[in-house]
């Protein structure tokens, strides 16, 4: 079946200017996460979501930025007045429930001139 | 969480297995060891998980010692296509899933 999908893939931005990233978890999967990876470095933990609602916001890196699900499906994450740190491969997962293992999607290279 | 350490790289000859170690030492009783892999420029793989039985799926074979202080991912006939970062993640109920170096396979000709 279909696996996650993530859009766009690529996205160049100016500093100062919001973005918003897409994801389509696989569907019937509860669970959804974001995570970003910046060139050459592991993958860090943004935000989990279960159905609608987002009980694990730790990860964020500030409040420029948010996200939100809707329909238990997809997701946006966005990113206000960005940064030239900001610039990184942002990648979505989901799992059919919490406990379950992740599916990544392809990601999201976001770069910030 | 416990804490993992694999090789920072190795090599295998294409059609021979791959076996990659991995120490989690101070892995705790309710955690899994889930293997994963990062192909260049793509998303994480998810490729096999186990609590204590050795597991095996279509992709790999995860060998997981008695004490549960090692395991150690096996790719049957390694090809061209498994060169990839191969990430070894103990979890327990923590939600997001903690990549650290892993290591990085080169299957050669």
């Known amino acids: 079946g279909a696996g996650v999908s993530q859009s766009p893939s690529n996205k160049v931005t100016e500093k100062g200017k919001d973005v918003e990233l897409r994801c389509d978890p696989i569907?019937?999967?509860?669970?959804l996460y974001w995570y970003r990876q910046s060139l050459g470095q592991g993958l860090e933990f943004l935000i989990y979501f279960q159905g609608n609602s987002a009980p694990d916001k730790s990860g964020l890196p500030s409040d420029r930025f948010s996200a939100e699900r809707t329909g238990g499906s997809v997701s946006t994450l966005t990113i206000q007045r960005t940064q030239q740190e900001d610039s990184a491969v942002y990648l979505c997962?989901?799992?059919?429930?919490?406990?379950?293992?992740?599916?990544f999607g392809p990601g999201t290279r976001l770069t910030v001139t | 969480d416990a804490k993992t350490t694999q090789p920072p790289s190795m090599d295998c000859a294409e059609g021979r297995a791959a076996n990659l170690p991995c120490n989690h030492s101070?892995?705790?009783?309710?955690?899994?060891v889930y293997w994963y892999r990062q192909i260049h420029s793509q998303g994480p793989q998810y490729i096999i998980h186990g609590l204590k039985n050795n597991e095996t799926n279509e992709m790999a074979s995860l060998i997981i010692t008695e004490d549960r202080k090692s395991s150690t991912l096996i790719l049957p006939h390694a090809t061209l296509r498994d060169t990839a970062v191969y990430y070894c993640i103990p979890r327990g109920n923590n939600n997001d899933m903690r990549f650290g170096a892993g290591t990085r396979l080169t299957v050669k000709p």
């Open positions: 569907s019937g999967h509860t669970a």
């Open positions: 997962a989901s799992s059919f429930q919490p406990s379950y293992e992740q599916y």
């Open positions: 101070t892995i705790s009783g309710n955690e899994y």
